[in-house]
Every structure is written in C-alpha cells, then in structure tokens.
C-alpha cells in the first residue's frame, strides 16, 4: 500500500522522540554508537568549563608568587588531584572518541568503527589509568 | 535505517554529508565538520605540547611561579599557546554551537547564536592574549 497523508505518522517510541538534547538522556535502545556521541558531547561540554576555568586561574599570576603559590598548595590536594584523572579521562574519551567520528565521518573505516571505538577506548583506560598513578605518585 | 543504526552521530550541526538527514542542514552541516575535524587534529598536536611542556620539561612540572613565569618568556611558547587557545576556543564554541542547535531554533536563532559564539570566541582569544601580556609585565 502506497504512503499517505492519512497515514498515522511515526510512532513516538522511535528516534524521533530522542531528537532534542533532552534525548540524550534517554538510554533506551540506544547502540554503541548512540552511547558514544552522548559521551562525546558531555565530555566536550565538560571540557569547555574547564576551558574558562582555566583562563580564570591563570589569571593568578597577575597577581604575583603569593596568589600562585596558595593556588599551587591547594591544587596538590587529593580532591583536586581527583578532578586531574577526571580532566585527563575526559580530553581522552573526547579526543579519541573525536578520531573516530573524524575518520568515519570522512569514509574511513566506517565499518569497523565499532571495534575502532572499542579498542580506543580500552586505550583511554590504560592511559588514564597510568595518569592517575602518576598523578597520585608524584 | 534508525538513526541510532548509522555509523555515527555527529550532530546535525557537524554531520557529514554520509549520514541520512534533510539536504539543506547537512549542506549546512559540513563546513562545521571540516572545521572540527581540522581543528580536532591541530589541537591533538598542540594538546601533546602543551601537557608535554606542562608535565616533562621541568622535573616537577611547570609548577612554581618562578618556572612558570621563564618558561612563557620564550616566543615559541607564546606563539603555540597562542595558537593552542584559539584552535581550543574554536573547536569548543562550535560544539557548544552544535549543541545549541540541538533544542531545535529557528535559522534565525541559529544565526544569531553563530554571532554570539564568534564574539565569545574573539573575546576569548583576545582576552588570552591579554592575559599573556599582563602575565610578562606583572613578573
């Protein structure tokens, strides 16, 4: 039968109901890769507030040794050590998530993008893992 | 084909034009994906120098004033942190753009938010520039 206008139109359960960013948030149904672009703009959007939270506390050393320095003491503290691995573990997820849509975005490894995204993401871990220690370590 | 079934989901404002959506907005779509691809591979090499700089070129990192303050005194550095806040300020603002148009504007408002994200984005370069020059002269 052909479509028609009196047709009854998508039901609302499809992926039209996820369109808008509240769909992000909507798990359901969603396959890797739809998990993966949420991630990916959560990620960025995190990454953007550190963006200007970092301009910001640079601008501490206007201020001279003194200002820096409290920074500095307060910055070696576990809590915000913590906020470091979380830093490094975002700029990984994004930035190797990000080479993954470039590349399939561009016609490469389109069909192997599902391993591709797996394996980069085991390499976030490991790295962010290593970071972490390091970060704590030192 | 659900749209969850593509490849992937750059969003509408970044999308390729191989994913499945109207003409007019992946047309619209792809100078943006250039431009975060472009932008998301400068700032892969400008992200490793910069953490390389910031972790490994003094033994503690560039943690003290003293060190920090010689360490931004060299012209290479300013030009490539330069260079990193405006490929930085670039690739995130036209994500935060594609976000934005995720709530689903009008073009108007679209256009309107591209404006307002130029001039935050100016704003930003220039207000790290600024800072830089207040940085060297205060030390």
């Known amino acids: 039968m052909a479509m028609s206008s009196a047709e009854p139109r998508r039901p609302a359960s499809g992926p039209a109901r996820r369109r808008g960013v509240v769909g992000w948030f ?8 739809g ?47 913590l906020l470091d691995v979380v830093l490094l573990t975002g700029m990984l997820i994004h930035g190797l998530n990000g080479i993954r849509v470039g590349l399939v975005g561009l016609g490469f490894v389109a069909s192997r993008q599902r391993a591709l995204l797996i394996s980069l993401m085991v390499v ?8 972490a220690i390091r970060i704590f370590g030192d | 084909m659900t749209t969850d079934e593509l490849p992937v989901q750059p969003p509408v404002a970044i999308q390729p034009p191989a994913v499945a959506e109207p003409a007019e907005s992946t047309a619209r779509g792809i100078p943006a994906f ?40 060299n012209p290479v550095v300013i030009v490539l942190e330069v260079a990193f806040l405006a490929f930085v300020t670039y690739h995130a603002l036209l994500g935060v753009r594609a976000v934005l148009f995720d709530f ?30 207040a940085i060297l002269g205060a030390a």
């Open chain 1, 35 to 81: 998990l993966a672009f949420i991630v990916n703009r959560l990620t960025g959007l995190g990454l953007v507030l550190y963006l200007y939270l970092h301009l910001g506390i640079l601008s501490l050393l206007v201020q001279g040794p003194g200002a820096w320095d409290t920074f500095v003491d307060i910055a070696l503290s576990p809590p915000f050590l």
């Open chain 2, 34 to 73: 250039v431009g975060q691809v472009v932008s998301g591979v400068a700032l892969i090499i400008l992200l490793g120098l910069h953490m390389v700089a910031q972790h490994f070129v003094v033994p503690t990192g560039l943690r003290f004033y003293d060190d920090v303050i010689a360490w931004l005194r």
């Open chain 2, 104 to 133: 689903g504007f009008s073009e108007r408002t679209e256009g309107r938010i591209t404006t307002a994200l130029t001039v935050v984005g100016i704003a930003t370069v220039v207000y790290g520039v600024i800072l830089f020059a």
């Open chain 1, 26 to 33: 909507d798990p359901r149904g969603r396959r890797l890769g």
């Open chain 1, 124 to 131: 976030a871990a490991v790295v962010a893992l290593v970071g």
